[in-house]
């Protein structure tokens, strides 16, 4: 046994590899489960028991040393490759990692998804927007509290040009440009002067959806958001409606889904109600469909705003929304989606 593991040993040291297929040929025949080594280490208990502590000590000092030599002739080899006549130097290093799609990516493809196969169409407008777009043509009042500081990030020099803080802008953008019938979801980015914290965020990420056609009713509404609410959390939730204000509907209202945690039965995340809320609906008001151009007396619509981290939380309980900010690979990587 000694004999073989000295022989093994001067092997080991004048082993050579030029490609990095060569040298896993070579860990496969020294080290790998049906290895030579391996192979000794399994004949080890037929060793006499006064051998043992030498012949154990020998074969651990064979084992690194095979490890150490195949591990310099891995990294020469990948010298050789990288050093060739063709090298380059912006080449990502090995092993390539392929990157994860962001969570609230993942979430807004999936709402884009489910409402493209409504007939909803995609459409974007800028995160720097004017007041008339976010506050005006949504009749928000001149003095109504949302455009105060504590909300609204201004441009100092332009106190007209603002960071949108939502994406109902995106309606106005959208009806200026198209008559009837319209019917759009729009993603975004939005921004709030918020301190942030494990709840809230300066910035954060809303679908809005807006429908304006002949006759369209809130039992319309009501019918598309329970579809989008079933195929989003699965096709027992159960939606409720109650009733809200915002400027620009008329009815509004808060639509809030069944606990899809305890399954309505209440539980600390829906704080024992069985209900948690995701989103902000209503019929445009006329007054919104006028300031756009949009005859009132010919058109009805409907229109929903949610929140895109808030869908991410109740669907995977991240508990801190900091970290979709972070970069940190460790929590983006937990993420997975099909394309
Ligand atoms: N813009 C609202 C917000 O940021 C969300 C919203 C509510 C959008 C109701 C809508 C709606 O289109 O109809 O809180």
């Known amino acids: 046994m000694l004999d073989k593991i000295q022989q093994l040993m001067v092997e080991v040291d004048q082993l050579q590899a030029a490609t990095a297929e060569e040298v896993e040929a070579l860990r496969i025949k020294y080290l790998s489960k049906k290895g030579c080594i391996p192979a000794l280490m399994a004949d080890f208990r037929n060793v006499p028991a006064e051998q043992k502590k030498e ?16 591990n310099s002739l891995r990294d020469a080899a990948q010298v050789a490759v990288t050093a060739g006549p063709d090298i380059d130097l912006t080449r990502t290093p090995y092993p390539v990692r392929l990157g994860t799609r962001h969570p609230l990516t993942i979430v807004k493809n999936e709402i884009v998804d489910i409402f493209a196969r409504l007939g909803f169409t995609l459409a974007e407008g800028p995160e720097v927007e004017d007041d008339w777009h976010v506050y ?23 106190p007209d040009i603002i960071l949108r803080s939502h994406t109902s802008s995106v309606q106005a953008r959208v009806m200026e440009q198209q008559q009837p019938p319209i019917r759009v979801i729009c993603p975004g980015r939005v921004y709030r002067n918020e301190a ?6 300066c910035f954060f990420h809303q679908v809005e959806g807006l429908y304006i056609d002949r006759n369209v009713s809130f039992t319309d509404l009501k019918q598309v958001l329970l579809l989008f609410a079933q195929e989003m959390f699965g096709p027992d939730t159960k939606i409720r409606l109650r009733p809200s204000y915002f400027p620009f ?80 690979t460790r929590f983006l990587s937990e993420f997975t989606s099909a394309n």
């Open 249 to 328: 509907t008329e009815p509004s209202a808060e639509m809030d889904i069944s606990c899809h945690l305890c399954g309505g039965e209440g539980c600390s995340f829906c704080k024992h109600t069985g209900w948690v809320e995701i989103l902000g609906c209503g019929m445009v008001d006329p007054a919104v469909l006028e300031a756009n151009g949009i005859d009132s007396s010919v058109y009805t619509g409907y229109a929903f705003g949610m929140g895109i981290e808030r869908i991410t939380n109740l669907k995977y309980q991240v508990k801190d929304l900091r970290m979709f900010s972070e970069n940190d």
């Open 196 to 201: 942030i914290s494990a709840r809230a965020h």
């Open 55 to 70: 012949v154990g000590m020998r074969i651990n000092t064979l084992k690194q040393a095979a490890l150490d030599k195949i």
């Open 136 to 158: 005006s043509s949504m009749n928000f009042a001149d003095d109504h509290p949302a455009r105060d500081m504590q909300d609204t990030f201004f441009v100092e020099a332009h």
